[in-house]
């Protein structure tokens, strides 16, 4: 019978590989060789230029454009990812919203890139973004300001690195991932990977490794996950559901506040990280037992 428990930590190790595969319906399915950025300046000309009816883009009242898409994406040659915003315009440029409505959007490099403001939703509810490269990238790559996923699945086919491979990266700086949904399939790796800061409020979570809370020594950060009291996000991890870098003196950090964590071990560390002291875990749902690992028996 499975137990469950309320805390704490355990140390492992990482790495393996996969094989990629996605399919489509051929009638519903643009291929393109590279591509294309989204701003609040491109038009549905634009678009149809780069994937004739495979998306349309639509003003709102509030500031905020709407990209939705009509057919399935595949960009098959390792050019360029499908980016959104611009990073030089800043913080205050208009979010734009991205509607899988079901649709997929594959690539054999990094699928998707925010270099601005980004909210990933999905209106029908079988929507996804897949990196199908089988190297050391993602699926959707975190470099801008605010992202928002609501929705949708995330599926990383990539070579099998806790270090490197990830259904979502958020890169260090100005970053900020907000997860109230969705389905984040890390298979041989790790689900989301962060040197910026990650707030997890919902979600499935599911690989080798579920997140990983990551250092950048040329940029003297690290990763800051967090798991609110409230929080639904169910992780279901091969290995371990959390797992801290370091390099130097600087390591990750992770907050489980709320959340349900399935894996055989709760912790685990790259580099010099020390889980002890870069792990808080003041609440949640454990399958591993974590006893020996409470601090002062708490």
Same mark, same amino acid.
């Given at each position: 019978?499975?137990?469950?428990?309320?805390?704490?930590?355990?140390?492992?190790?990482?790495?393996?590989?996969?094989?990629?595969?996605?399919?489509?319906?051929?009638?519903?399915?643009?291929?393109?060789?590279?591509?294309?950025?989204?701003?609040?300046?491109?038009?549905?000309?634009?678009?149809?230029?780069?994937?004739?009816?495979?998306?349309?883009?639509?003003?709102?009242?509030?500031?905020?454009?709407?990209?939705?898409?009509?057919?399935?994406?595949?960009?098959?040659?390792?050019?360029?990812?499908?980016?959104?915003?611009?990073? =030089?315009?800043?913080?205050?440029?208009?979010?734009?919203?991205?509607?899988? =409505?079901?649709?997929?959007?594959?690539?054999?490099?990094?699928?998707?890139?925010?270099?601005?403001?980004?909210?990933?939703?999905?209106?029908?509810?079988?929507?996804?973004?897949?990196?199908?490269?089988?190297?050391?990238?993602?699926?959707?790559?975190?470099?801008?300001?605010?992202?928002?996923?609501?929705?949708?699945?995330?599926?990383?086919?990539?070579?099998?690195?806790?270090?490197? %491979?990830?259904?979502?990266?958020?890169?260090?700086?100005?970053? %900020?991932?907000?997860?109230?949904?969705?389905?984040?399939?890390? %298979?041989?790796?790790?689900?989301?990977?962060?040197?910026?800061?990650?707030?997890?409020?919902?979600?499935?979570?599911?690989?080798?490794?579920?997140?990983?809370?990551?250092? %950048?020594?040329?940029?003297?950060?690290?990763?800051?996950?967090?798991?609110?009291?409230?929080?639904?996000?169910?992780?279901?991890?091969?290995?371990?559901?959390?797992?801290?870098?370091?390099?130097?003196?600087?390591?990750?950090?992770?907050?489980?506040?709320?959340?349900?964590?399935?894996?055989?071990?709760?912790?685990?560390?790259?580099?010099?990280?020390?889980?002890?002291?870069?792990?808080?875990?003041?609440?949640?749902?454990?399958?591993?037992?974590?006893?020996?690992?409470?601090?002062?028996?708490?």
């Amino acid at each position: 019978m499975k137990r469950k428990y309320l805390f704490f930590l355990i140390a492992a190790a990482m790495i393996l590989t996969i094989a990629p595969t996605v399919s489509f319906a051929a009638a519903d399915t643009v291929e393109v060789s590279r591509g294309m950025s989204f701003t609040k300046d491109t038009t549905n000309a634009d678009i149809n230029e780069w994937a004739e009816g495979a998306a349309t883009i639509e003003a709102s009242d509030d500031g905020t454009y709407t990209v939705t898409l009509k057919k399935n994406i595949s960009i098959t040659s390792a050019v360029t990812p499908i980016t959104f915003g611009v990073y =030089n315009d800043g913080p205050d440029q208009s979010m734009i919203i991205l509607d899988l =409505n079901g649709y997929t959007v594959s690539s054999v490099i990094t699928v998707l890139c925010n270099y601005g403001n980004l909210t990933i939703k999905d209106s029908v509810g079988t929507g996804k973004v897949v990196y199908t490269g089988g190297k050391y990238l993602c699926a959707v790559q975190c470099a801008g300001y605010d992202t928002i996923i609501n929705a949708g699945t995330f599926e990383c086919q990539g070579a099998g690195s806790a270090t490197y %491979n990830a259904a979502v990266n958020v890169t260090y700086g100005m970053s %900020n991932l907000i997860v109230n949904g969705g389905t984040f399939e890390g %298979n041989n790796a790790g689900a989301i990977i962060a040197y910026g800061k990650v707030t997890i409020n919902g979600g499935e979570i599911n690989g080798a490794y579920g997140v990983v809370s990551k250092t %950048n020594t040329s940029q003297n950060g690290a990763g800051q996950i967090t798991f609110p009291t409230d929080s639904t996000a169910v992780i279901n991890a091969d290995k371990i559901a959390f797992v801290i870098h370091a390099a130097g003196e600087l390591q990750g950090q992770i907050y489980a506040q709320g959340g349900t964590f399935n894996a055989p071990a709760v912790a685990g560390s790259l580099g010099n990280a020390d889980p002890q002291t870069a792990i808080s875990a003041t609440g949640g749902v454990y399958s591993a037992d974590p006893t020996s690992f409470v601090k002062n028996n708490e």
